[in-house]
């Protein structure tokens, strides 16, 4: 029983070293200039300042998007390039969003309405699959959002949809993927990729091109698949 409670006991210890050890002076300093830019581009996306301000530059009015979450950036998306699907799993954030694409006039974007609850196997959920109905190659960017628990099975299918010079875009890449960042619970160098999914991914796009961005608060990487591989 002592031991049981010595477990307990640094469990819970650890617990909390972990859930505060990011309340930092640079931490604090992080969280004011994120809340600014907030302030100041509310309807920007909610990935990094350094990411929105990259993809402004590169996404063309040509270009045909997809992206897992919806929200900010598909109204920001929308009025950037030709067509925008998005896929969202929450039927009320699924009605708001719906209400403000319909506001702005935005006939460009496909909102899906997809579950990804009570599948064994969650790649096969509506929610992952949606994607599948794009062919190879056509798509010039994906944005990996939405649920955490699906977003290594997102990425990997986006792969093959990416267009030779397109962009991958995944937001909290810093929780997944073993990394430097200051972000809280950001998954240190010394770790193993947070899943097999993730570690497949990882061996998929050794050969791409990667900007990687942090406000120190979250992350966001961005993938560039290269024209010939």
Not at 85 to 100: F, G, M
Request: hydrophobic share 40%; net charge positive.
């Amino acid at each position: 029983m002592k031991y049981l409670r010595n477990g307990i006991r640094n469990v819970v210890r650890n617990w909390k070293s972990r859930s505060i050890r990011h309340l930092t002076p640079v931490y604090a300093l992080n969280r004011i200039k994120v809340f600014l830019y907030e302030m100041r581009h509310p309807d920007h996306p909610w990935l990094t300042q350094q990411a929105n301000l990259i993809l402004s530059y590169l996404l063309k009015p040509q270009d045909v998007g997809f992206e897992w979450g919806s929200g900010r950036s598909t109204l920001w998306f929308a009025r950037r390039v030709k067509h925008l699907t998005s896929v969202e799993h929450d039927e009320r954030w699924y009605n708001q969003v719906l209400d403000k694409i319909r506001a702005a006039n935005l006939v460009n974007v496909n909102l899906l309405l997809k579950d990804f609850k009570g599948y064994e196997m969650q790649e096969e959920s509506p929610y992952v699959q949606a994607i599948t109905n794009f062919n190879n190659n056509s798509l010039d960017f994906v944005l990996v959002d939405g649920p955490l628990t699906y977003r290594d099975f997102c990425a990997n299918l986006a792969l093959e949809k990416i267009r030779p010079g397109g962009i991958l875009v995944v937001d909290d890449a810093n929780l997944y993927i073993p990394c430097d960042s200051i972000s809280p619970n950001s998954r240190s160098k010394i770790f193993a990729p947070e899943s097999r999914e993730w570690m497949r991914f990882l061996n998929r796009v050794k050969g791409w091109h990667q900007i990687w961005t942090s406000s120190g608060i979250a992350d966001t990487a961005i993938w560039f698949k290269p024209f010939r591989e």
